[in-house]
């Protein structure tokens, strides 16, 4: 309930990008939070584990991009980059982080701790969907919400 923002099409990409995010637990088998590395594990079992850990994390870089993208056409169309840059920049700063956070895990997997990289993953994007949510989109939200937001403006003067 934390996550919700009220708006419906954001509300609805969070809960695809929680969903990504679940899917990263289900790669290892074993997810045993003790455990670091897949040794112990066969090559066919690891081989396996990499090839689901390859698609989801494609799909999971498609999707952030494209939520992204859709936030902040709502922020253009919404004026809210001009009105209030500092509360733009900032929600803009925060997806170039994640973004930037996300590959470079990405880029340093390695057989041996992938196990280890895609719990980090996991930690990472639960911590940061949290928070983003609760600093940038509820922020987003209320501003959409305004009696004076240029889309709603725009809404009624075409009704």
């Given at each position: 309930?934390?996550?919700?923002?009220?708006?419906?099409?954001?509300?609805?990409?969070?809960?695809?990008?929680?969903?990504?995010?679940?899917?990263?637990?289900?790669i290892?088998?074993?997810?045993?939070?003790?455990?670091?590395t897949?040794?112990?594990?066969?090559?066919?079992l690891?081989?396996?584990?990499?090839?689901?850990?390859?698609?989801?994390?494609?799909?999971?870089?498609?999707?952030?991009?494209?939520?992204?993208?859709?936030?902040?056409?709502?922020?253009?169309?919404?004026?809210?980059?001009?009105?209030?840059?500092?509360?733009?920049?900032?929600?803009?700063?925060?997806?170039?982080?994640?973004?930037?956070?996300?590959?470079?895990?990405?880029?340093?997997?390695?057989?041996?701790?992938?196990?280890q990289?895609?719990?980090?993953?996991?930690?990472?994007?639960?911590?940061?969907?949290?928070?983003?949510?609760?600093?940038?989109d509820?922020?987003?939200?209320?501003?959409?919400?305004?009696?004076?937001?240029?889309?709603?403006l725009?809404?009624?003067?075409?009704?």
């Amino acid at each position: 309930s934390e996550l919700v923002t009220g708006h419906a099409v954001i509300d609805h990409e969070h809960q695809l990008l929680l969903d990504y995010i679940l899917r990263l637990r289900e790669i290892c088998d074993d997810h045993d939070a003790s455990r670091v590395t897949c040794g112990g594990c066969s090559p066919t079992l690891i081989s396996e584990c990499e090839s689901r850990l390859v698609g989801i994390l494609g799909d999971l870089l498609a999707y952030i991009l494209d939520h992204f993208r859709n936030e902040e056409n709502i922020m253009r169309d919404s004026l809210l980059l001009a009105i209030e840059r500092e509360t733009g920049e900032a929600h803009l700063e925060d997806h170039a982080a994640i973004s930037s956070k996300v590959q470079e895990i990405v880029t340093n997997l390695e057989t041996p701790k992938t196990i280890q990289r895609v719990r980090e993953l996991e930690e990472l994007l639960l911590r940061w969907v949290t928070s983003h949510i609760s600093l940038h989109d509820m922020l987003l939200v209320r501003w959409l919400e305004r009696e004076d937001n240029p889309i709603r403006l725009r809404a009624l003067a075409s009704a």
